[in-house]
């Protein structure tokens, strides 16, 4: 795992921001696998709509979004609106809550063993570990519960 940042961010590189930039648009048209969406989240300075492409964690018929990276941007624009947009063909509105850090531990589990492929680079422990040894890096990763708002085109 490469070292985060002071506010434990880890920074994409040029190559993995053009990635996202094209897998983001595939997905936002409909591509991609049933738990790729386009999150789009307004900024919390600029106004501005920004987007990134997520992994949505559906688990218990509830859903939450975990940033591998850390604190990003969207992370902190998406705490501060309480809002964000998923999109894949339609475009749903969430309102988010923090999941405390007693639930991290089998969130984060979950979602490093479904989503392995594309984010255990992100993590320090193997896919398939116990939800015991996720408790040291809670703090590195942000989780939020998801609630639908209403739907939208």
Known sequence: MANRSPTGFLRPTAFERILNRLFGALVGRGFGLGHNYLLQVRGRKSGRMYSAPVNLLELDERLY???????????????ATGRV??????????????????????ILKEYLDRFKTTVQRYFPINAGSPPAAFIPYM?????????????QR
């Open 65 to 79: 979004l975990v940033c591998p990276r850390g604190r990003a941007q969207w992370v902190r624009n998406a705490e």
């Open 85 to 106: 947009l998923l999109k894949k063909r339609t475009i749903r509105e969430f309102t988010l809550s923090t999941l405390p850090d007693e639930q991290k531990p089998a």
């Open 139 to 151: 703090a590195l990763y942000p989780v939020f519960e998801l609630r639908p708002t209403r739907e």
